[in-house]
């Protein structure tokens, strides 16, 4: 089965605690999105990453970091300098060319974060 | 402008009815636009992509209006189980991810 995998579903961080959140994909995909929805509102974009060993800031990068050492995986650490990490967080993939936002974004499942 | 706006919600309609959804894009050079579904605590999937003029699937049609920079979203016949948030997406200004909008909440009620 193809597909995006995020782990784990639930985290729980405490006051300072940098937290990393797993994504990984078999989809064979270059491409790879962080995504941040908190309620009531649309998806923001953290990070991307169009090529392994390559990534670029969204437009909500503060407080986190990535890293793209392998194509299928795009792990993204919150950092105890983001303030507000409540949050549902989203991976997602894409076939990858010079105009990724061109292409279908497929999602994994997602994981809530929580702060203690 | 904001990049991708969408129609606020929500919209609250009968089984059987014919809702549209609008969404409006800054970035004239786009010229690929999708429309995701999102339920309650889930991932949003892909609904439809919109390419040229326009798609259709079923019950779902979506256009692309480029003179004015919008995209639409036609449900005909609605049924309960097309209560969700409906996401509209398209290229961020430097056309290198997707941009979403806040969404569109449907409650189709019996």
């Known amino acids: 089965d193809g597909g995006i995998t995020q782990s784990p579903k639930y985290l729980f961080r405490k006051e300072g605690q940098n937290v990393t959140l797993s994504c990984e994909q078999n989809?064979?995909?270059?491409?790879m999105y962080w995504y941040r929805q908190d309620p009531g509102q649309g998806l923001r974009l953290i990070y991307y990453?169009?090529?392994?060993?390559?990534?670029q800031k969204g437009d909500i990068a503060e407080g986190y970091s990535v890293s793209r050492e392998k194509k299928e995986s795009f792990p993204l650490t919150v950092t105890s300098a983001q303030k507000n990490p409540t949050a549902f967080y989203l991976c997602?993939?894409?076939?990858?060319?010079?105009?990724?936002?061109?292409?279908?974004?497929?999602f994994g499942p997602g994981t809530r974060l929580l702060v203690l | 402008r904001k990049e991708v706006e969408q129609d606020p919600g929500p919209f609250n309609v009968p089984e059987g009815a014919t809702v549209a959804f609008n969404c409006t894009y800054s970035?004239?050079?786009?010229?690929?636009f999708f429309w995701y579904r999102q339920d309650c605590r889930k991932e949003p999937k892909l609904l439809m992509s919109?390419?040229?003029s326009g798609n259709e699937d079923g019950r779902f049609t979506a256009q692309l209006n480029r003179a004015s920079q919008y995209i639409s979203l036609l449900i005909r016949d609605s049924k309960l189980s097309d209560s969700a948030t409906y996401l509209c997406?398209?290229?961020?200004?430097?056309?290198?991810?997707?941009?979403f909008g806040k969404g569109t909440t449907l409650s189709v009620s019996s």
């Open positions: 997406a398209g290229p961020n200004q430097a056309g290198t991810a997707l941009i």
């Open positions: 997602a993939s894409s076939i990858g060319s010079s105009s990724g936002a061109q292409e279908t974004q497929y």
């Open positions: 990453s169009q090529i392994v060993n390559d990534f």
């Open positions: 970035n004239s050079a786009s010229q690929s």
């Open positions: 989809l064979n995909h270059d491409a």
């Open positions: 919109v390419y040229s």
